[in-house]
C-alpha cells in the first residue's frame, strides 16, 4: 500500500506530525498551568472573566486528507485514519480570580482531542479545590481493526472449480478484528495536603463488536465471534503521615471481569445448501473429493459440488461441513485485595519501606454450552457439551527494604520477598456425541439423521496449582573515593511448587538457591562512567528440565 504520490505523502505526514506536536504542546502547557501551585491567577489579555472566574477557551480545527492505493484492510490495521474534517484539539480552563472565593473549586481544566472520526478519541476533565479536594478524570475511546489478510488464509488457488462452481478466495482474514475500546479512569483525593488523605478510584475498560474466529470439526469453520469483555476496578484508600518523612498506606481494590463472548456460524459461511434445501458451510479451507469408494454416489467419489445450477449451490452431503455451531461461555471474575504499605525515613541514617497484601479471589464460569450439528471427523453427526468451573486464588505477598547508612562512605541494603499463592480449580463437563450410519454403501452424510448415540459422558476434574517463594537479597556499597564504587552482593530464595491434577499424584517441588555478585562503578572522569557486574548462583533443584541449576552471568 502506498499513497498516490510521493511528494503528496510526505507532505501528509509532515502536516499530520506538525498536528500532532501542536497538540502536544499545547496539552503540556495546559497541564502545567492546571497543576500550579496559586488557587487564584491574575487575569491576561486573552482571558475573558465571568461570576469571579478567569476563562480561557481554545479549539483546534481541522481534518485529514488520506488518499491510499494498495490495500484498505492493511491501511486499516496498521493507520486507520481517514479523510474528512476533525475536531484536532479543544481546551477549556477556569482559574479563581484574585481576591474571590469560590464554594466548589478554584481551579478547572478540560480538553479533548481526535474527535469527530479519527479511531483514537481522548478527553480530559480535572479540577480542584485548594487544600480540599483533587479530582482526575480521563476517557479513551479506541477502535482496534485488525485484517491481515494472510493470518489463518487456506490460500485456496484461483480458479479451483468443482462441478462448474469455483471455489472463493478467501480475501479477508478468517480471524478479522473489528472491536472498539473504551476506558475510563476517575481519581478523587480527599485532603490531599493534610497528614490524614482519602483517596477514592472507579476504572472501566470495555471492549466490544465484532470479529471473526474458526472452528476445526473436519474442516474450517468460519464463525462470527461477539466479542464483549469488561473490567471494572473499585479503589478507597487512606493515607496517613503521623511524623515528618513517614507514610502509611492503607488500599482496597477490587476488580470485576466479565466476560460474555459468543461464537455462532458466519453469516457469510452458509453460502451453499443440500439438497433438501438446507444452508450448509463445507468450511473455508476444504475442496477435496471424499475419500470413501464406491461409483459416483455422493459419498463415493463424486465432487464436493454435486449442482452449481441450483441458487445456491448444491453441496455434497458427505463432505465435512457445518450446519449449526454455537457456543457460550460467559466468565465472571472477582479480585478483591487489601494492601498495607509504610515509608519511612524519620530515623536518621535509616530509610525503610514495606508492603503486605492478601487477595482472595473467585473465578466462576457458570454455564458453559458448545453445539454442533453437521459432519465433523470419524462421522460426528451432532455434538452438545454442558458444564461448569470454578477457581480460586488465595495470595499473600509481603515485602520489607532497608538502607542503613553505616558511614559516609559504606551502606547496607536489605531487601525481602515473600509470596505465597494457591489455586484450586473444578471443572465439570458433559459431552453428548452423536453419529450417523451409513445408508447402504455410502458413507455418512448429513442428510442421515444422528441415530447412534457416545454418550452422554461426564468429565470432572479438580485441579490445584500452588507456589511458594520466598527471596533475602543483602547487598553492601562502599563508595572507596570520588571516582569508584564496590558493591558487594548475597542473594538467598526458596522456592516450592505444588501441583495437583485430578487422578495424578500431588507433583511437589522445593527449590533452594544462592547467588552473589560483585559491582564495580568506576568514574574517571566526568564524562566517562563504566560499570561492571559478575553474578554466580547455583540451585539444588530446578523446575523444569531445561532450567539451569547454575549459573555465572557478566556484564
Not at 479536594?133 to 490460500?155: A, E, H, K, S, T
Not at 456425541?433 to 454418550?455: D, F, K, Q, V, Y
Not at 522456592?495 to 491434577?501: M, P, Q, Y
Request: glycine residues 8%.
Amino acid at each position: 500500500m502506498r499513497a498516490r504520490g510521493d511528494g503528496a505523502r510526505v507532505g501528509w505526514r509532515r502536516r499530520n506530525e506538525a498536528m500532532r506536536a501542536v497538540g502536544a504542546a499545547m496539552l503540556t502547557v495546559a497541564m502545567c498551568a492546571a497543576s500550579a501551585s496559586p488557587q487564584t491567577t491574575a487575569v491576561s489579555q486573552a482571558e475573558r472573566v465571568k461570576e469571579g472566574y478567569a476563562i480561557r477557551e481554545t479549539a483546534d480545527l481541522g481534518g485529514h486528507i488520506a488518499n491510499i492505493d494498495g490495500s484498505g484492510a492493511m491501511y486499516d490495521t496498521l493507520v486507520n485514519l481517514h479523510s474528512g474534517p476533525r475536531v484536532l484539539g479543544e481546551t477549556y480552563e477556569m482559574h479563581a480570580v484574585e481576591g474571590t472565593k469560590h464554594a466548589l473549586f478554584d481551579r478547572l481544566f478540560a480538553f479533548t482531542t481526535g474527535f469527530g472520526g479519527d479511531p483514537s478519541n481522548t478527553a480530559t476533565l480535572r479540577f480542584s479545590k485548594g487544600k480540599a479536594y483533587d479530582f482526575q478524570g480521563l476517557f479513551r475511546r479506541d477502535r482496534q481493526y485488525f485484517d491481515y489478510n494472510l493470518l489463518g488464509n487456506p490460500l485456496v488457488p484461483t480458479g479451483l472449480v468443482s462441478n462448474g462452481y469455483t471455489f472463493p478466495q478467501v480475501t479477508d482474514s478468517p480471524h478479522l478484528f473489528n472491536t472498539v475500546r473504551r476506558m475510563t479512569d476517575l481519581n478523587l483525593t480527599v485532603l490531599p495536603l493534610s497528614k490524614f488523605t482519602v483517596r477514592a478510584g472507579y476504572g472501566q475498560v470495555i471492549s466490544q463488536g465484532p470479529t471473526l474466529s474458526s472452528v476445526h470439526e473436519g474442516t474450517e469453520g468460519l464463525l462470527l465471534q461477539n466479542w464483549r469483555y469488561s473490567t471494572d476496578t473499585f479503589l478507597m484508600a487512606a493515607d496517613w503521615k503521623p511524623i515528618s518523612r513517614t507514610k502509611l498506606t492503607f488500599e482496597e481494590h477490587i476488580a470485576h471481569y466479565k466476560g460474555n463472548t459468543s461464537y455462532q456460524m458466519a453469516p457469510q459461511a452458509l453460502n451453499l445448501q443440500l439438497a433438501n434445501g438446507q444452508p450448509v458451510s463445507l468450511g473455508y479451507d476444504n475442496v477435496t473429493v471424499p475419500a470413501n469408494s464406491g461409483a459416483s454416489t455422493p459419498c463415493g467419489n463424486a465432487p464436493p459440488i454435486l449442482s452449481s445450477s441450483t441458487s445456491p449451490p448444491t453441496a455434497n452431503p458427505c463432505e465435512s461441513g457445518f450446519l449449526q455451531y454455537t457456543r457460550v461461555q460467559p466468565m465472571r471474575t472477582i479480585f478483591p485485595t487489601e494492601e498495607f504499605r509504610f515509608q519511612s525515613a524519620s530515623i536518621k541514617k535509616l530509610a525503610m519501606n514495606g508492603r503486605v497484601s492478601y487477595t482472595g479471589a473467585n473465578m466462576n464460569m457458570p454455564s458453559y454450552y458448545e453445539y454442533f450439528n453437521g459432519l465433523g471427523r470419524s462421522g460426528l453427526r451432532m455434538q452438545t457439551i454442558t458444564g461448569n468451573s470454578t477457581a480460586e486464588r488465595i495470595s499473600v505477598a509481603a515485602d520489607f527494604g532497608a538502607v542503613w547508612e553505616i558511614t559516609d562512605r559504606i551502606s547496607l541494603a536489605e531487601q525481602y520477598d515473600y509470596s505465597d499463592f494457591r489455586q484450586p480449580g473444578y471443572n465439570n463437563l458433559i459431552t453428548t456425541s452423536l453419529s450417523t450410519a451409513a445408508s447402504g454403501p455410502n458413507g455418512p452424510s448429513m442428510l442421515n439423521a444422528p441415530t447412534i448415540t457416545a454418550g452422554p459422558t461426564a468429565a470432572a476434574s479438580t485441579t490445584f496449582l500452588g507456589q511458594k517463594t520466598e527471596t533475602n537479597n543483602l547487598t553492601a556499597l562502599w563508595d572507596a573515593s570520588a571516582k569508584a564504587s564496590i558493591s558487594l552482593g548475597y542473594r538467598y530464595r526458596v522456592r516450592t511448587v505444588n501441583v495437583t491434577e485430578a487422578g495424578t499424584a500431588p507433583y511437589v517441588v522445593m527449590i533452594h538457591e544462592n547467588g552473589g555478585t560483585l559491582g564495580v562503578d568506576l568514574r574517571p572522569a566526568p564524562r566517562w562512567r563504566i560499570n561492571g557486574i559478575v553474578e554466580a548462583a547455583y540451585a539444588d533443584n530446578v523446575y523444569v528440565q531445561i532450567a539451569p541449576r547454575a549459573l555465572q552471568h557478566y556484564r
